[in-house]
């Protein structure tokens, strides 16, 4: 699911962790937000759809679609896209975006994905990863699902991100969860994300065998700098996420 970035105003305990990261608390300010915020309409997805290159025709998994934007932008450029989330109300929002006729489903990245081998030439996964602590399991399904020679697109927090509000500072080696309450639109929630450091990225990708192709570091869209002046400098200087493709091997058998 895509992730508005806001450095968060507390990291103090939330009373009620039951409700940790439940995107169906705040669907509808989530997705408003996202529309056209600097992080996510001039720098993630502008970045995302840079590294998808041209999907017409392309059959592509939207893990952690969240309202749709990505799954929509996509679909403009060709793709037959298939939306998955945890949060049933942000599907709703997707499904309202999309159309009746949306191959959107309820799923858990944690749990076995509902698809046959091979059913994709792309996975696109958004600001995802990063609220898994084992991606082990989740990209074992992921590359499971992808045919010889397909792709995953992620996007994850830069191994940095967490340097700039934690203190103290964690250890770069070692992968740790830190919660904060999130504020949006004057609503709070408590949210869980996980750092791990680049070579354990790297390390999980390859050990559930894919091929590393590109590691990313992009600029924001030059539009953005007459539209968020001060943001736009920050972010230019200041890696916020970190963008991969991977690739299954073309030799593999087994898979669709």
């Not at 699911?1 to 989530?30: K, W």
């Not at 076995?112 to 989740?138: I, K, R």
Request: hydrophobic share 40%; charged share 20%; proline share 7%.
């Amino acid at each position: 699911m895509e992730r508005v970035t806001n450095v968060p105003e507390s990291f103090a305990q939330s009373a009620d962790r039951d409700q940790v990261n439940n995107y169906d608390s705040f669907a509808e300010a989530y997705s408003a937000e996202n529309e056209n915020s600097l992080a996510n309409a001039y720098y993630e997805r502008p970045a995302m759809l840079a590294l998808a290159r041209d999907v017409a025709g392309r059959r592509i998994l939207d893990a952690g679609c969240g309202s749709g934007p990505l799954s929509a932008a996509l679909r403009d450029r060709g793709a037959v896209v298939t939306g998955i989330d945890s949060s049933a109300a942000m599907l709703a929002l997707a499904r309202r975006r999309l159309g009746d006729d949306a191959d959107l489903q309820v799923v858990d990245l944690s749990d076995p994905l509902p698809f046959a081998d091979g059913a994709f030439d792309d996975v696109v996964a958004s600001l995802v990863l990063h609220y898994l602590e084992d991606w082990g399991p989740t990209l074992a399904e992921l590359r499971r699902v992808l045919r010889p020679g397909g792709r995953l697109i992620a996007s994850v927090d830069h191994p940095f991100v967490a340097y700039t509000f934690q203190d103290p500072r964690p250890d770069y080696f070692a992968t740790t969860s830190y919660t904060f309450d999130w504020r949006l639109n004057g609503q709070s929630t408590p949210m869980r994300l996980w750092r791990k450091p680049l070579h354990a990225m790297t390390d999980a990708f390859t050990t559930a065998g894919f091929r590393l192709a590109i590691v990313s570091e992009p600029q924001p869209d030059p539009a953005a700098r007459e539209l968020f002046p001060d943001g736009f400098h920050n972010l230019s200087s200041n890696p916020t996420f970190l963008f991969f493709v991977l690739e299954v091997p073309l030799s593999d058998a087994g898979l669709g």
